[in-house]
């Protein structure tokens, strides 16, 4: 039995004395009583776990262990009333002829402490420690807090591994997978036997280049594109290895082959080479390949957010989206290679380093124009001597192995045909969306069910720049090519316009396919796509591990060095404060140093700063990718942050500085250019009443809110502008404030006004650190240069990609949104639950409706608040007071439509006003649609403040009970 066992003088009597009464009558063997706090301490919340693996333990090694400090039984118990006995010393545990059990009573419930009761399982049930299957190549994933931690962590794994030959290398990538905590900086290693995965390790240890270790930075939010190959990327033995190794590879290659009836598998096997590259083996041979690898990542729970096909490749995308079932793929995909193959072979293939416009005008009905793979990359295709003579202007040209001219006019002999086959088919509505490389943009379900696309997707030109803009468009950020070999890749790297996008190929035409397969999965689990890694090694040896490679500090003072403290001949001021005694040699340093060296200078300033605000010992504590607010900067910090930044550097920053550059690496590029351009005047000045913001505070001070209004709106109309998100330029990734596995996760919307953005909901999620997911989605057109909306629903398209980003998987999640952002949040979850990707639930933060005008004097005093709050943000630049005007006219137009989600609506108890009304509710907002409400302590402003804490628990007592459908 582990007891509670806190050493109180009430707790432990009462405790004990239960235990004598239920456990300790008519007993041979004593029960053998112990704590775990003797060992570890109270450890509170997690007392009952730590019992649990304390027992666990016990029963792997057949030892009882000696509780500490409890030599003596208390005086106190009445230990003659039955038969209990203290573990003062280590005791045999051994196996006997019933199972062993353990009582653990550390779980704290409400004053109380529950119990509960283990068991060994039985031997029958305990499988045979030596039953892990070879894998023909192996990743070994690593993670840890910091960059500069992972070298630490290769280097204990490989030492522990070198240790302990008799590990399996499989049942060790289990365990790192499925026992270990996935922190963001990440590394892993790949190899076919041990030597080659102890090699890698050393590699990643000692910083030395090795092609099988990478390392990365997992990211949240990013979509995953998968690009599946065209025709071109056939070869001999293709997917023989993965058929061989992997048994879901094998069953849905081996499925195609029999509808086919082609043998494929022979085909593949043989040394036929031409006969593997006559379209009607191509075509075939790589829908079977590529649709059994997506099977095969799908069972290693590696899934897409979106998709896209070169050529042939769209089958096989439309097939695994569910556009069409196996039957219907495998009718149609047969029919266009077999339609293909017997026309007359002739005609001629160019790829051209040119633009699309550069050939345009070379094309006519004996040259048609194959496919724009790049924004300097075409291919030209039709009859030979036509083709040959369109493509001899240009320097760089290479002429396709082909047997027919594909894409072109000589296609038109097989389209009536081609289309009698794909009407008598039948398909469905994608599951999982479709970019079309025939018209580069994404599919409706309307083209993808019309038997006429597909003809014309024999014919017309292959837009695969087009279709990879798209893709980035709609988020993806990760690029994974299923095929053969990597062709897709490069053509989409100098498409993709996000700098950085990972490109990943599966397959490889040289090298192994299972270890090309296993370094793609562990670039994908250094960019934040993790697999099932049970799934992916699934045997059954346990194989143990080191313990994290923690980086120490030590704080006990040494033997030599005085205990005490002499006087300080001055106080220390902390870094926000202190003088700027070193601003001109900085500056100088600055001055001396080219571009690249001020960056690294300004950022090591930066974070070393940062480090001293949020009280870490070090500037190495900050990396300088970190987002400021995931690692703790709320709006306050973020302040201090500014002004020790201006004492350093002894100039005034920009308001707003930390916020709209959001990583140590980005605000010391921005630092580098404000001090180039020598820094503007000091806020305060005659310089800021000429300015926007100053005219707004000065109007606000003298009673003129309506001009302050008028003049902003002026402002907004002469900003840019965006009508969808591609004209934004793109959607950045919600930033990520809290991480947990509780359901569900909390995707947050601030206000849409000057005090907007995600350091709103900072002291709201750290009431969910360690327990929950909470993200915050940008609301567009509050950084200094972005584009303000043109209407309502150019927002919420893009707050509904930052939604989705912030939920890539299928989990249950909650929107909250504050103040008008709650408008924002309903009217994204309307959207949402169209597109059935409903919310479990919808929370407003005390969210005004626009539109009542008995209210003047409420929004003059909202308004006189958020100037009050002005320091914190460092002042209100242009940028936001415009895109707060914006949106001030939106919200006119963002009315709650209908929802089946739930909603609840939280109301401060406190008005932040004075004298409103007569009535004591007139302050009160209220909401017109069915909802749940509860009241929290603080005002509008204050219950995301000072009673931060008191909000999120009633946002965790209502959405714990959420859970998707």
Known sequence: MDAHGTGTTLGDPIEAQALLATYGQEREVPLWLGSVKSNIGHTQAAAGVAGVIKMVMAMREGVLPKTLHADVPSTKVDWNSGHVSLLTEHRPWPRADRPRRAGISSFGISGTNAHTIIEEASAEDVPPADTEPDAPAVVWPLSARSAQALPAQAERLHAFVADRPELHPAAVARALGTRRTAFDHRAAVTGTDRDQLLAALHALATGAPAPTAVTGRARSGTRTAFLFTGQGAQRLGMGLELRAHHRVFAEAFDAIDARLGLDLAGLLAGEDAAAVHRTQYAQTALFAFEVALFR??????????????????????????????????????????????????????????????????????????????????????????????????????????????????????????????????????????????????????????????????????????????????????????????????????????????????????????????????????????????????????????????FRRDRYWLDADVALTAGALAEPVLPAATAAPVDAEPLRQRLADAPPAEQEALLTDVVRAQTAAILGHTGPEAVEPDALFLEIGMDSVSAAELRNALGSVLGSTLPAGAVFDHRTPAALAVALRGHLAGGGPAPAGGAADLESVSGLVRRAAADGRMAQAIELLRTVAEILPGFSSPSELGGVSDPVRLATGDALPRLVCLPSPMALGGAHQYARFARHFQGRRDVLVPAMPGFAPGEALPRSVDAVVEVVVEGIRRACPDERPYVLVGYSSGGQFAHAAAEIMEKAGQPASGVVLLDTYLPGDDGKDDLWRQMFDGMLDRESALGGFGTARLAAMSRYSDLIQHCMPGALAAPVLFVRPEESFATGIGTVADDWRATWPTEHASVDVPGTHFTILEDFAAATAEAVQAWSAGRTAG
Request: proline share 5%; aromatic share 6%; charged share 20%.
């Open 296 to 549: 095969l990542l799908e069972s290693f729970g590696v899934r897409p957010d979106l998709l896209a096909g070169h050529s042939v490749g769209e089958l096989a995308a439309a097939h695994v989206a569910g556009v069409l079932d196996l039957d219907d793929a495998c009718t149609l995909v047969a029919a266009r290679g077999r339609l293909m193959q017997a026309l007359p072979e002739g005609g001629a293939m160019v790829a051209v380093q040119a633009s699309e416009d550069e050939v345009r005008p070379l094309l006519d009905e004996r040259v048609g124009l194959a496919a724009v793979n790049g924004p300097s990359s075409v291919v030209l295709s039709g009859q030979e001597k036509a083709v040959l003579a369109a493509a001899e202007g240009f320097t760089k040209t290479k002429r396709l192995a082909v047997s027919h001219a594909f894409h072109s006019p000589l296609m038109d002999g097989m389209l009536d045909a081609f289309r009698s086959v794909a009407e008598k088919l039948t398909f469905r509505e994608p599951r999982v969306p479709l970019v079309s490389t025939l018209t580069g943009r994404a599919a409706t379900a309307e083209q993808l069910c019309d038997p006429g696309y597909w003809v014309r997707h024999v014919r017309e030109t292959v837009r695969f720049a087009d279709a990879v803009g798209a893709l980035t468009a709609a988020g993806a950020g990760r690029f994974v090519e299923v095929g053969p070999d990597a062709v897709l890749t490069g053509l989409a790297r100098e498409c993709a316009e996000s700098d950085g996008a990972v490109f990943v190929a599966l397959g490889r035409r040289h090298g192994s396919e299972p270890a090309a397969l296993m370094s793609g999965l562990a670039r994908l689990h250094t960019d934040g796509l993790v697999p099932d890694w049970s799934a992916l090694f699934p045997g059954t040896a346990r194989a143990e591990l080191p313990t994290y490679a």
